[in-house]
């Protein structure tokens, strides 16, 4: 079959008709039940935190859910179909991760907030600069994570409705971007948690069956799965694509000095990222006690784990079944592997059924990041900063409903610039922003008792500003190929991933900062913040304030 052959075949893959019935029976189903947990939401522990009547397993279920994004399902099986073992750093980092946010900061961060991240950074420090600082960190990385969900969202229904035009795939952003905001506006934390539990149950089932199926195709011998898919790469019709050798290490990240220190920059960003992404941080607030918070993050390690081993097979099946020119020729890019895998085997239905997945699975997340970025800026902008603390909690609410409906605007926006990216990618700049602007802050501010507001300052402003400098300037936006902007060229920086300068160098501004302040921070309250952390000493009444 020529190259033009399949590009045609993959651009018409599946039934338009059936594909988008699937898709609206699943957002029928999810609005019911979100609909049905609005009814208990009374107050803004309610909206923001569900109260914290979830328990370990459950809120374990909806971290795996919100954890487990479009950049899990459909970016990283594209990274390894179309690059092999390059593609699978992006699951080893992410499960990797997991360990930092489970051994350094997700007990104490129970013990120690409320509501939000600032909630902590801002415990023992002064109140004003701080939660400022930490609620537009929150924004922007959420709007960043955001961004990747809408650029799956685009090129997943693209595929599968056959809309190729730049045009047509907007307005589908625009479709998801109006859904997320009546997911948050109506469900709040509670409802959007039952649409991640579902989503996460649909998202493992899924993925496993279709791993048991590639599995099944190759007599279950996974040496095989692998041996097929370097020769059909071997055999590609293009000559860029068939000198990879996707078992190796190198087919991306290969060759120059400066790919390599990419490869590390990007493994160290995915590796500390987690620790410091608001959305997941919120995740420990849902819980009534530290000890389901940990319980939480043992079962999201479980399921997380076997989600992105099934990853490396549904990546190489991919590599091997469809072919890395086919997946790149189809309408979704890179993201299109995993949904024309599935077609591959089991036709228009088991198509419809993964897609719908993945769509659900986007919706799940960008609800989770709107009513996280929404939450920071109505609790620690509006009711701490602005009103400082005089404002009832119907009104905290309403402008976080507000709120909620400007990030998603923004997000359809920025999701349309950034359509055709790897979305895996494209979360990859999130974590390097949450691990530049947050993890210094978080670890300084629970470990280190000298750590003054200066020291928080520079950290989070520096970290969050030299990481989104260093992503305008850099292969990411432009003077590539796959840039957002390929047609301009204004990149100085050369790496696609900062975290390797951006990182150190907002943990050596938190120590600076430190250092050179003459502020006597409350000590007082730096040792009630470590017995409260390292106990849970006076958390539950926090909680329940």
Not at 221 to 244: F, K, M, P, Y
Not at 351 to 361: D, M
């Amino acid at each position: 079959m020529t190259f033009l052959a399949q590009a045609a075949q993959a651009e018409t893959v599946g039934n338009p008709i059936v594909n988008i019935s699937i898709f609206a029976a699943f957002v029928a189903i999810t609005m019911i039940v979100v609909i049905r947990a609005s009814k208990n939401n009374k107050t803004a522990a309610d909206f923001f935190t569900a109260g914290g009547g979830f328990s370990g397993p459950q809120n374990g279920v909806a971290i795996a859910g919100d954890y487990l994004s479009a950049a899990s399902f459909l970016g990283i099986a594209g990274a390894i179909a179309v690059y092999g073992y390059d593609g699978f750093l992006y699951s080893i980092g992410f499960l990797v991760a997991w360990l930092v946010a489970l051994l350094l900061v997700a007990e104490m961060l129970r013990n120690t907030g409320k509501f939000t991240m600032a909630d902590v950074l801002s415990f023992r420090l002064k109140q004003g600069p701080v939660r400022t600082a930490a609620a537009i960190s929150t924004l922007t990385v959420s709007l960043f994570y955001l961004l990747a969900q809408m650029a799956g969202a685009g090129g997943l229904v693209a595929l599968l409705l056959d809309i190729s035009d730049r045009t047509g795939q907007s307005i589908v952003i625009a479709v998801v971007g109006v859904l997320m905001i009546v997911y948050v506006l109506v469900g709040g934390m509670k409802g959007t948690t039952w649409v991640q539990i579902i989503k996460a149950a649909l998202l493992i089932a899924g993925a496993g069956f279709m791993t048991i199926l590639v599995l099944a195709k190759f007599g279950f011998n996974l040496s095989e799965i692998l041996g097929s898919a370097q020769e059909t790469v071997s055999g590609s019709a293009t000559e860029a694509t068939a000198a990879r050798d996707v078992l190796a290490p190198g087919a991306q990240y290969g060759g120059s000095t400066t790919s390599k220190i990419n490869f590390v920059s990007l493994g160290i960003a995915l590796v500390l990222g987690t620790a410091g992404l608001p959305h997941v941080l919120m995740r420990f607030y849902t819980v009534p006690t530290a000890k389901e918070a940990r319980r939480s993050v043992v079962w999201a390690i479980a399921l997380i784990g076997a989600f992105y081993l099934f990853t490396l097979v549904l990546g190489y099946g991919a590599a091997a079944i469809v072919g890395p020119d086919r997946i790149l020729a189809a309408a979704g890019g890179q993201n299109s592997a995993a949904p024309l895998l599935a077609f591959e085997l089991g036709g228009v239905i088991l198509l419809g059924v993964i897609s719908a997945v993945a769509f659900a699975t986007i919706l799940a997340v960008v609800a989770g990041l709107t009513i996280t970025a929404s939450a920071s800026f109505a609790h620690d902008i509006y009711a701490s900063v602005i009103k400082k603390g005089h404002v009832d909690e119907i009104k905290q609410v309403k402008v976080s409903r507000i709120t909620a409906v400007v990030i998603g605007l923004v997000a359809i926006g920025l999701g349309i610039l950034a359509n055709g990216q790897n979305i895996a990618f494209l979360v990859a700049l999130a974590f390097a922003i949450a691990a530049a602007a947050n993890l210094p802050t978080i670890l300084y501010s629970l470990f280190w008792r000298r750590f003054t507001t200066r020291g928080a300052l520079w950290s989070m402003y520096g970290g969050l500003i030299s990481t989104l400098v260093l992503i305008v300037f850099s292969p990411a936006v432009s003077g590539s190929k796959t840039a957002m902007i390929p047609g301009s060229d204004f990149a100085w920086f050369p790496l696609s991933n900062p975290g390797i300068v951006s990182i150190p160098l907002a943990f050596l501004l938190g120590i600076v900062g430190t250092l050179t302040s003459k502020d006597n921070e409350n000590t007082d309250k730096a040792a009630e913040m470590e017995v409260r952390s390292l106990t849970g000493v006076g958390a539950e009444k926090a909680v329940k304030h």
